[in-house]
């Protein structure tokens, strides 16, 4: 029944671009003149939930995304991948999103003011940013709402009042069900293929009303719990060899490389 | 707080956070697990903790919520796989903790080394923010802490039950090759393998190689050539083998991520130009088709 539709706020952050080989530049990763874009794992995000409000299981899909201004463009790209309307919490410009400043926890409590004052149902997030690769708003939000939470989602099911979920596990998979929301959620790769924004659908997308919050009002501390002292790049591997064939290859293992008896 | 238990022993994940757990220094270390160990445990694990039945995040989170009220531990430290990762940021959050994930490198007892950007960024992170230092830890940069004895030491924790997600099974894969997380040579596939039975090639090649892991790229595992556990990379499993040989795999910066730490990599690929070459020790142009089989045999 329309009572049971749920209300769902997707999270989306603009990083760099998953092609992108990023260098270290004066002791921070440059960041200047990087072709950004939506993080993969949140595009997946925003197709699960836009797929639940096509099946009619959702009511509303809001977009959030916490960080500059040109954080709308992200929203823009969810909103014309079919959510409904957005919220931007506005950051410095000087702020990094990229944990050198803002770090998960703050993300998390801001994420926590939106969800308590949307009365969201369910929040769908990537399984993490491939900036920053550290994995945590979405169990972190699930802690301080105290929702019950699945991580890693490989397969989203309506089920009753709740969901049933499938997410990866380090030797499989495993089935988790919410028997009622809320809950968060949070997407692994193989949960979608997300869809592109079609021309007419960005086009409607310049329609849809993007709301503005300045990230310092909201009463969260957002100082950096973790100091980032120091950036580096990874020693480079030495240069290795094109061998001419098998045998070559089975001899440098073997009396070179050791490697194999 | 230990990976599941396998047969009675803890697992090689959690054997090397117990190692990480030591550089710390030498105090002791107390065993969160969901069983009594009846295999030997390291020598520097002083007491275990029991917690039944959770097997969700939540019971989990809330088990060492718990433990960490009463005992006033200076680090909690768990696997940065999906066990860890499931779980540690939602206790952080319950403790108000802002934890330290896929930590690599220990520096002193606040100040750790993790990777960003898929590995291509390295930070060093100071913990300064509490007292409790919450970590994560990427088994395959610690040694594997040796197993030495058995713990009497143990308490069952009484623990409240958490009804709001429910866990309905799982769905292991069946594999009886080696552990890919821990295994010293792993043969991985990828697109260029064309489906999954071409996958009992690198089998035989790994077999040859004295009982090697199979991996595999995202492209195989999306193609469905593979079962998802098998994925190495940013977003699967990361390994570092003293052996890695790429099997019709280009090289994306994401699957990069997962095995350029290994000691020595191979590349057999039949593009020249494939990004894998910049971080192979040795790399083959040739027909995966022909040479897997030619090496398989000569081995």
């Known amino acids: 029944g329309k009572e049971n539709r749920m209300k769902v706020l997707v999270g989306v952050k603009r990083v760099v671009d998953y092609a992108v080989r990023v260098r270290v530049n004066k002791g921070t990763v440059d960041l200047a003149n990087v072709k950004m874009s939506m993080n993969p794992f949140c595009e997946i995000a925003v197709e699960a939930g836009v797929r639940l409000k096509e099946a009619k299981v959702a009511s509303e899909v809001v977009a959030l995304s916490i960080g500059p201004k040109q954080c709308t463009e992200t ?25 050198m400043d803002l770090q998960p926890l703050a993300v998390a409590k801001l994420f926590q003011k939106v969800v308590e004052e949307q009365g969201s149902d369910l929040v769908l997030v990537g399984k993490q940013a491939i900036d920053s690769d550290a994995g945590q708003t979405g169990p972190m939000l699930a802690g301080l709402l105290g929702w019950p939470q699945v991580t890693f989602a490989a397969s989203i099911e309506p089920e009753g009042e709740g969901l049933m979920i499938e997410r990866e596990t380090d030797s499989g998979t495993e089935k988790i069900e919410i028997p009622k929301l809320p809950a968060v959620v949070t997407c692994d790769l193989r949960l979608n293929e997300p869809r592109y924004a079609t021309l007419p659908n960005i086009m409607k997308a310049k329609k849809k009303k993007v709301v503005t919050l300045k990230a310092g009002d909201m009463g969260v501390d957002l100082e950096p719990r973790n100091k980032v002292l120091e950036v ?19 001899d440098k293992l073997r009396n070179e490389a050791k490697v194999i008896a | ?43 520097c694990i002083s007491s275990i903790l029991v917690m039944g039945g959770g097997k969700t995040a939540e019971s989990v989170a809330a088990a060492v919520q ?39 490198q220990i520096l002193s007892e ?32 610690f040694d594997k802490a040796a197993v030495t004895k058995s713990c009497d030491n143990v308490t069952e924790l009484d623990l409240p039950e958490w009804t709001a997600s429910i866990w309905k099974g799982e ?66 499993k990361v390994v570092a083998p003293d052996l890695y040989i790429a099997v019709g795999i280009s090289g994306a910066i994401q699957h990069l991520s997962g095995m350029k730490d290994s000691k020595t990599i191979v590349a057999i690929n039949k593009d020249a130009d494939a990004p894998i070459f910049t971080v192979a020790d040795y790399g083959l142009v040739a027909d995966l088709f022909e040479a897997v089989p030619e090496m398989t045999e000569k081995l």
């Open chain 2, 1 to 43: 707080v230990s990976d599941p238990l396998v047969a009675g022993a803890v697992p090689p994940a959690t054997l090397s956070v117990i190692a990480a757990a030591q550089q710390l220094g030498d105090e002791s270390v107390t065993l969160l697990t969901d069983g009594v160990p009846s295999e030997p445990v390291p020598d």
């Open chain 2, 66 to 104: 718990s433990v960490a009220k009463e005992h006033s531990y200076s680090h909690i430290l768990t696997s940065a796989n999906k066990f860890g990762s499931n779980f540690a940021p939602r206790l952080a959050a319950l403790l108000d903790v802002s934890p330290v994930t896929d930590v690599i």
């Open chain 1, 232 to 250: 580096y790049e990874p020693p480079s591997r030495k240069e290795g060899i094109i061998v001419d064939n098998v045998d070559m290859l089975i």
């Open chain 1, 75 to 99: 929203l823009r790209t969810a909103l014309a991948m079919g959510c409904d309307r957005a919220i931007h919490i506005q950051t410095d410009a000087s702020m990094r999103t990229d944990y």
């Open chain 2, 110 to 141: 606040e100040e750790f080394v993790r990777p960003m950007y898929a590995g291509n960024v390295l930070t060093k992170v100071q913990a300064t923010d509490s007292p409790l230092k919450l970590l994560t830890v990427r088994s395959t940069a």
């Open chain 2, 171 to 236: 769905s292991v894969s069946k594999n009886d090759r080696p552990d890919l997380g821990s295994a010293s040579i792993v043969v991985s596939g990828g697109r260029g393998l064309k489906n999954g039975e071409n996958f009992g090639l690198l089998e035989k090649l790994a077999d040859k190689l004295g009982g090697g892991a199979v991996g595999a790229s995202r492209a195989a595992v999306d193609a469905g050539y593979v079962p998802n556990d098998l994925q190495v990379g940013q977003t699967g």
